[in-house]
T-cell receptor, first 115, second 114 residues
Protein backbone atom coordinates (compact mmCIF):
# COMPACT_ATOMS: atom_id res chain seq x y z
CA UNK A 1 0.00 0.00 0.00
CA UNK A 2 1.56 3.27 -1.18
CA UNK A 3 -0.48 5.49 1.15
CA UNK A 4 -2.09 7.30 -1.79
CA UNK A 5 -5.84 6.84 -1.99
CA UNK A 6 -8.13 7.38 -4.96
CA UNK A 7 -11.90 7.33 -5.28
CA UNK A 8 -13.90 5.98 -6.90
CA UNK A 9 -12.27 2.74 -8.06
CA UNK A 10 -14.58 2.42 -11.02
CA UNK A 11 -16.69 4.95 -12.87
CA UNK A 12 -19.04 4.27 -15.76
CA UNK A 13 -20.65 7.19 -17.52
CA UNK A 14 -21.95 8.34 -20.87
CA UNK A 15 -20.45 10.54 -23.55
CA UNK A 16 -20.89 14.24 -22.91
CA UNK A 17 -21.00 13.84 -19.14
CA UNK A 18 -18.68 15.27 -16.50
CA UNK A 19 -16.95 13.35 -13.72
CA UNK A 20 -14.66 14.15 -10.79
CA UNK A 21 -11.87 11.90 -9.62
CA UNK A 22 -10.44 12.35 -6.16
CA UNK A 23 -6.98 11.73 -4.75
CA UNK A 24 -5.53 11.97 -1.26
CA UNK A 25 -1.72 12.04 -1.17
CA UNK A 26 0.52 10.29 1.32
CA UNK A 27 0.72 11.99 4.67
CA UNK A 28 3.20 14.84 4.43
CA UNK A 29 3.45 14.89 0.64
CA UNK A 30 2.95 18.29 -0.95
CA UNK A 31 3.02 17.33 -4.63
CA UNK A 32 0.25 15.55 -6.51
CA UNK A 33 0.54 14.29 -10.06
CA UNK A 34 -2.17 12.97 -12.38
CA UNK A 35 -1.51 10.37 -15.07
CA UNK A 36 -3.68 8.73 -17.69
CA UNK A 37 -3.01 5.11 -18.67
CA UNK A 38 -4.52 3.74 -21.83
CA UNK A 39 -3.59 0.62 -23.80
CA UNK A 40 -2.23 2.47 -26.81
CA UNK A 41 -0.60 5.46 -25.09
CA UNK A 42 0.84 3.95 -21.93
CA UNK A 43 1.24 6.18 -18.87
CA UNK A 44 0.88 9.84 -19.81
CA UNK A 45 1.54 12.74 -17.44
CA UNK A 46 -1.37 15.15 -17.22
CA UNK A 47 -0.66 17.74 -14.54
CA UNK A 48 1.18 18.40 -11.28
CA UNK A 49 0.25 20.47 -8.25
CA UNK A 50 2.53 21.52 -5.44
CA UNK A 51 1.05 22.83 -2.21
CA UNK A 52 -2.06 24.06 -3.95
CA UNK A 53 -0.40 25.61 -6.97
CA UNK A 54 -0.11 24.22 -10.48
CA UNK A 55 3.55 23.40 -11.11
CA UNK A 56 3.68 21.53 -14.41
CA UNK A 57 1.38 20.63 -17.25
CA UNK A 58 1.64 17.71 -19.62
CA UNK A 59 -0.70 16.41 -22.28
CA UNK A 60 -3.86 17.50 -20.54
CA UNK A 61 -6.86 18.30 -22.70
CA UNK A 62 -8.70 21.59 -22.29
CA UNK A 63 -11.78 19.58 -21.28
CA UNK A 64 -9.83 18.37 -18.24
CA UNK A 65 -8.94 20.42 -15.21
CA UNK A 66 -7.56 19.80 -11.77
CA UNK A 67 -7.06 21.50 -8.46
CA UNK A 68 -5.39 20.87 -5.14
CA UNK A 69 -7.16 21.96 -2.00
CA UNK A 70 -5.73 23.40 1.26
CA UNK A 71 -5.85 19.93 2.86
CA UNK A 72 -3.70 18.79 -0.11
CA UNK A 73 -6.19 16.41 -1.63
CA UNK A 74 -6.67 16.85 -5.35
CA UNK A 75 -9.49 16.47 -7.82
CA UNK A 76 -9.33 15.84 -11.54
CA UNK A 77 -12.38 17.03 -13.45
CA UNK A 78 -13.15 15.53 -16.84
CA UNK A 79 -15.91 17.12 -18.88
CA UNK A 80 -17.63 16.61 -22.24
CA UNK A 81 -16.45 13.04 -22.04
CA UNK A 82 -15.67 11.10 -25.19
CA UNK A 83 -15.26 7.38 -25.78
CA UNK A 84 -11.51 7.90 -26.06
CA UNK A 85 -11.32 9.19 -22.51
CA UNK A 86 -11.91 5.68 -21.23
CA UNK A 87 -8.73 4.80 -19.36
CA UNK A 88 -7.15 4.29 -15.98
CA UNK A 89 -6.40 7.53 -14.17
CA UNK A 90 -3.67 7.47 -11.57
CA UNK A 91 -2.69 9.93 -8.95
CA UNK A 92 0.81 9.97 -7.53
CA UNK A 93 2.31 11.99 -4.73
CA UNK A 94 5.76 13.04 -3.59
CA UNK A 95 7.15 15.26 -0.90
CA UNK A 96 8.06 17.77 -3.58
CA UNK A 97 11.10 18.97 -1.70
CA UNK A 98 13.75 17.56 -4.05
CA UNK A 99 12.30 19.28 -7.06
CA UNK A 100 13.90 17.17 -9.76
CA UNK A 101 14.54 13.80 -8.17
CA UNK A 102 11.86 13.12 -5.59
CA UNK A 103 10.12 9.77 -5.62
CA UNK A 104 6.54 9.47 -6.79
CA UNK A 105 4.18 6.97 -5.17
CA UNK A 106 1.12 5.90 -7.10
CA UNK A 107 -2.41 5.29 -5.95
CA UNK A 108 -4.55 2.32 -7.04
CA UNK A 109 -6.20 4.28 -9.84
CA UNK A 110 -9.70 5.02 -11.06
CA UNK A 111 -10.97 3.06 -14.05
CA UNK A 112 -13.16 5.31 -16.18
CA UNK A 113 -15.43 3.78 -18.79
CA UNK A 114 -17.28 6.11 -21.15
CA UNK A 115 -20.16 4.47 -23.01
CA UNK B 1 11.06 16.76 -24.96
CA UNK B 2 12.09 13.54 -23.32
CA UNK B 3 11.35 10.22 -25.03
CA UNK B 4 11.81 6.83 -23.39
CA UNK B 5 12.03 3.61 -25.38
CA UNK B 6 11.64 0.28 -23.59
CA UNK B 7 12.46 -3.23 -24.80
CA UNK B 8 11.29 -5.91 -24.97
CA UNK B 9 7.55 -5.43 -24.82
CA UNK B 10 7.09 -9.00 -23.60
CA UNK B 11 9.50 -11.33 -21.85
CA UNK B 12 8.98 -14.90 -20.78
CA UNK B 13 11.48 -16.70 -18.55
CA UNK B 14 11.67 -19.87 -16.52
CA UNK B 15 11.58 -19.59 -12.77
CA UNK B 16 15.10 -19.13 -11.46
CA UNK B 17 16.41 -17.51 -14.64
CA UNK B 18 17.40 -13.86 -14.93
CA UNK B 19 15.40 -11.19 -16.72
CA UNK B 20 16.76 -8.00 -18.25
CA UNK B 21 14.71 -5.04 -19.45
CA UNK B 22 16.37 -2.15 -21.27
CA UNK B 23 15.41 1.48 -21.73
CA UNK B 24 16.90 4.38 -23.63
CA UNK B 25 16.17 8.05 -23.11
CA UNK B 26 16.72 11.10 -25.26
CA UNK B 27 17.17 14.05 -22.89
CA UNK B 28 20.76 14.16 -21.67
CA UNK B 29 19.65 16.48 -18.84
CA UNK B 30 17.45 13.80 -17.25
CA UNK B 31 18.90 12.71 -13.92
CA UNK B 32 16.39 10.42 -12.25
CA UNK B 33 15.33 6.98 -13.46
CA UNK B 34 12.79 4.93 -11.51
CA UNK B 35 11.41 1.50 -12.29
CA UNK B 36 7.84 0.56 -11.49
CA UNK B 37 6.09 -2.79 -11.27
CA UNK B 38 2.40 -2.91 -12.07
CA UNK B 39 0.32 -5.94 -11.20
CA UNK B 40 -3.09 -6.50 -12.72
CA UNK B 41 -5.67 -4.11 -11.32
CA UNK B 42 -3.15 -2.15 -9.26
CA UNK B 43 -1.23 1.06 -9.51
CA UNK B 44 2.47 1.19 -10.44
CA UNK B 45 4.70 0.34 -7.49
CA UNK B 46 8.22 1.74 -7.26
CA UNK B 47 10.72 -1.11 -7.04
CA UNK B 48 14.04 0.66 -7.52
CA UNK B 49 15.38 3.97 -8.76
CA UNK B 50 18.74 5.41 -9.71
CA UNK B 51 20.10 8.91 -9.95
CA UNK B 52 22.56 10.05 -12.57
CA UNK B 53 25.49 10.31 -10.17
CA UNK B 54 25.38 6.54 -9.65
CA UNK B 55 26.19 3.81 -12.20
CA UNK B 56 24.57 0.85 -10.50
CA UNK B 57 22.24 0.13 -7.63
CA UNK B 58 21.17 -3.18 -6.12
CA UNK B 59 18.35 -4.26 -3.86
CA UNK B 60 18.34 -7.99 -3.18
CA UNK B 61 17.40 -9.70 -6.47
CA UNK B 62 16.91 -6.44 -8.36
CA UNK B 63 19.58 -4.21 -9.85
CA UNK B 64 19.59 -1.22 -12.13
CA UNK B 65 22.48 0.02 -14.25
CA UNK B 66 22.83 3.41 -15.89
CA UNK B 67 25.05 4.41 -18.79
CA UNK B 68 24.80 8.18 -19.09
CA UNK B 69 27.04 8.36 -22.14
CA UNK B 70 24.87 5.97 -24.10
CA UNK B 71 21.71 7.26 -22.44
CA UNK B 72 20.40 3.87 -21.48
CA UNK B 73 19.52 2.09 -18.28
CA UNK B 74 18.53 -1.48 -17.53
CA UNK B 75 16.66 -3.48 -14.93
CA UNK B 76 18.08 -6.85 -13.93
CA UNK B 77 16.06 -9.38 -11.96
CA UNK B 78 17.91 -12.49 -10.83
CA UNK B 79 16.47 -15.78 -9.58
CA UNK B 80 13.04 -14.88 -10.93
CA UNK B 81 9.95 -16.14 -9.14
CA UNK B 82 6.34 -16.48 -10.35
CA UNK B 83 5.37 -13.48 -8.22
CA UNK B 84 7.72 -11.35 -10.34
CA UNK B 85 5.21 -11.72 -13.18
CA UNK B 86 3.86 -8.22 -13.91
CA UNK B 87 4.28 -5.27 -16.24
CA UNK B 88 7.45 -3.28 -15.60
CA UNK B 89 7.82 0.36 -16.58
CA UNK B 90 10.95 2.43 -16.77
CA UNK B 91 10.78 6.20 -16.55
CA UNK B 92 12.98 9.25 -16.81
CA UNK B 93 12.56 12.66 -15.27
CA UNK B 94 11.93 15.27 -17.93
CA UNK B 95 13.22 18.78 -17.67
CA UNK B 96 11.37 20.18 -20.64
CA UNK B 97 8.36 22.41 -20.37
CA UNK B 98 6.89 20.06 -17.79
CA UNK B 99 9.62 19.85 -15.19
CA UNK B 100 8.97 17.38 -12.46
CA UNK B 101 6.96 14.86 -14.41
CA UNK B 102 8.04 11.37 -15.37
CA UNK B 103 8.17 10.14 -18.95
CA UNK B 104 7.41 6.43 -19.05
CA UNK B 105 8.39 3.66 -21.40
CA UNK B 106 5.61 1.57 -22.92
CA UNK B 107 6.14 -1.27 -20.45
CA UNK B 108 7.40 -4.85 -20.49
CA UNK B 109 5.10 -7.72 -19.62
CA UNK B 110 7.21 -10.24 -17.74
CA UNK B 111 5.95 -13.79 -17.36
CA UNK B 112 7.82 -16.17 -15.07
CA UNK B 113 6.90 -19.78 -15.71
CA UNK B 114 7.13 -22.23 -12.79
Amino acid sequence: DSGVTQTPKHLITATGQRVTLRCSPRSGDLSVYWYQQSLDQGLQFLIQYYNGEERAKGNILERFSAQQFPDLHSELNLSSLELGDSALYFCASSDGLARNTDTQYFGPGTRLTVL
Amino acid sequence: GENVEQHPSTLSVQEGDSAVIKCTYSDSASNYFPWYKQELGKGPQLIIDIRSNVGEKKDQRIAVTLNKTAKHFSLHITETQPEDSAVYFCAARSYGGSQGNLIFGKGTKLSVKP
